[in-house]
């Protein structure tokens, strides 16, 4: 019986077998799924990375800076007063010599008149005297008068002639006065700013200012002619800029239209401005471009020295993390990793990198969407 009983159970426990077989391999392909899964997959680097490469870069200087006129003046009176009428708007081309302003004279027309009238009754004293002093001349010669009574005579004529040049002198004082009230445009140029109105106070002297209601002021306005550009370096970048020196301008105004520019002047003295010490860094616009407006702002890259050989990325790779430059390399399953790097000048859109990267290594341009953005990511 009990072989039979054997028999009877081994057709069944050759199925479980084969069932669990067949679960036992379910199972190791299951499992080899998650792990393929798991895997990352070879990941196209190119868009995202470039390659360190040895160059020699032509170094640069990159500024910001303003247009300004060439040439600049402010106007003022020559003597305090009202003003009278302004014949020029903001924004205006005047010519040399034209009547931009013109000062109320009070009573200077009246002044003028009397002093003519003073000095014509003087000249007819003078004609008189002078008939007088030669007809006694011939009497004295003709031993008819003292030389002491033409003495005299020639005293008062004498005296009458210092009173007509002094007439004449003050009728010509009050003449440039008059001249003087009217504000002539010293050269060519652009009406820049107007700070006075009609009936407005104005002293060239004066440290008062306010409103155009009777305030004191000490200017009419400005005129400027020709465009350049200021640009403020940094002093530890000053000693890298020559006189003629090639620079290309980019206006914020025009930024798809550069404007070659030369270095024209390096001012002796810098500017300090919140502890920050710059130079003021004067060029000359070479390209003309009739719509340029004094005060537009824009960046400025000064061309220097043709630099050694070394390791250069593009300046767009370079980032700040708590304030020390670096970029991000690729880094284990093609992670951006970010590494320290110390850097050199910059030339063009690259940068030197001086220590912290070896030629041949991928530094990330842009931040591919297999990665997840770090905390402080500049």
């Given at each position: 019986m009990a072989n039979t009983t054997d028999l009877r159970q081994t057709p069944w426990l050759n199925r479980a077998g084969r069932v669990g077989l067949v679960a036992g391999l379910v199972a190791a392909g299951v499992w080899v799924s998650i792990t393929v899964l798991r895997r990352p997959a070879t990941r196209d680097l190119d868009p995202y990375t470039v390659v360190v490469q040895q160059q020699a870069l032509r170094g640069t200087v990159v500024a910001t800076g303003t247009v300004e006129p060439v040439r600049q003046v402010s106007l003022s009176p020559?003597?305090?007063?009202?003003?009278?009428?302004?014949?020029?708007?903001?924004?205006?081309q005047v010519r040399a010599g034209q009547a931009l302003v013109v000062m109320d004279g009070g009573d200077l027309p009246m002044r003028i008149k009397e002093r003519r009238a003073l000095l014509a009754q003087a000249e007819e004293e003078l004609d008189l005297r002078e008939e007088e002093f030669m007809r006694q001349q011939g009497l004295?010669?003709?031993?008819?008068?003292?030389?002491?009574?033409?003495?005299?005579?020639?005293?008062?004529?004498?005296?009458?002639?210092?009173?007509v040049a002094a007439n004449r002198q003050r009728l010509q004082e009050l003449l440039q006065e008059q001249r003087e009230l009217t504000v002539q445009a010293p050269f060519d140029g652009l009406v820049m700013e107007r700070f006075a109105e009609p009936r407005s106070y104005v002293t060239p002297s004066g440290n008062a200012a306010g409103n155009a209601n009777g305030a004191t002021r000490t200017s009419l306005l400005t005129i400027g002619t020709g465009h350049q550009l200021v640009a403020?370096?940094?002093?530890?970048?000053?000693?890298?800029?020559?006189?003629s020196q090639d620079a290309t301008v980019v206006l914020d105004a025009f930024p798809n239209q550069p404007l070659d520019a030369q270095v024209n002047i390096i001012a002796p003295r810098s500017q300090v401005n919140d502890n920050v010490i710059t130079f003021d860094v004067t060029l000359t616009l070479l390209t003309e471009n009739s719509r340029l407006r004094y005060g537009m702002s824009g960046d400025v890259q000064f061309?220097?020295?043709?630099?050694?050989?070394?390791?250069?990325?593009?300046?767009?790779?370079?980032?700040?993390?708590?304030?020390?430059?670096?970029?991000?390399?690729?880094?284990?399953?093609?992670?951006?990793?970010?590494?320290?790097?110390?850097?050199?000048?910059?030339?063009?859109s690259s940068i030197q990198v001086l220590d912290g990267l070896e030629l041949g290594e991928r530094v990330f341009i842009d931040w591919p969407s297999w990665a997840r953005q770090p905390r402080g990511r500049n």
């Open positions: 020559a003597q305090p007063g009202i003003v009278a009428a302004i014949n020029v708007e903001e924004g205006e004295v010669e003709a031993g008819a008068l003292s030389q002491l009574a033409l003495s005299q005579l020639e005293s008062r004529y004498r005296a009458q002639q210092s009173q403020a370096l940094p002093d530890n970048e000053v000693g890298r800029i020559r006189l061309f220097t020295e043709e630099l050694s050989p070394t390791p250069v990325v593009p300046i767009v790779a370079v980032v700040t993390r708590s304030g020390q430059s670096g970029v991000y390399v690729v880094g284990r399953e093609d992670q951006p990793t970010f590494r320290s790097i110390a850097l050199g000048y910059s030339g063009g």
